[in-house]
């Protein structure tokens, strides 16, 4: 059983930077791929960012490469997502979520490949 529990959300203009983290307990944080979800009004959820237990291996969504970062510390039992230029269409709700993994170097995006989800936290942009 993993707890999972974000923070760093807010409103912010466009343009602007924001730093999501998600702060994890429970079993060992190491042995859990970890990915960065959101959810905006009216759309279905959808993997922004999502990291291999090593740290070695990344996932981006095509709509944030060159904008958002995924990393974790693992000293810390704790992944990040540092969004950069952020844009209006940004704006959703931002879910971390735990994927139990037996290897080291691989990564999921599907929602449905997840075992623990965060209660999310808001991400507003305004243009």
């Known amino acids: 059983q993993v707890q999972l529990v974000e923070s760093g959300g807010g409103l912010v203009q466009a343009g602007d930077s924001l730093r999501l983290s998600c702060a994890a307990s429970?079993?060992?944080?190491?042995?859990?791929?970890m990915g960065w979800f959101r959810q905006a009004p009216g759309k279905e959820r959808e993997c922004v960012a999502a990291?291999?237990?090593?740290?070695?291996?990344?996932y981006y969504t095509e709509s944030v490469k060159g904008r958002f970062i995924i990393f974790r510390d693992n000293t810390k039992n704790t992944v990040f997502l540092q969004m950069n230029s952020l844009k209006p269409e940004d704006t959703a709700v931002y879910y971390c979520?735990?994927?139990?993994?037996?290897?080291?170097?691989?990564?999921?995006?599907?929602?449905?490949?997840?075992?623990?989800w965060g209660q999310g936290t808001q991400v507003t942009v305004s243009s």
């Open positions: 990291i291999s237990r090593s740290g070695g291996t990344t």
């Open positions: 429970g079993h060992p944080f190491s042995n859990y791929a």
């Open positions: 979520a735990a994927d139990r993994k037996y290897g080291t170097g691989s990564v999921d995006y599907s929602p449905g490949e997840y075992d623990y």
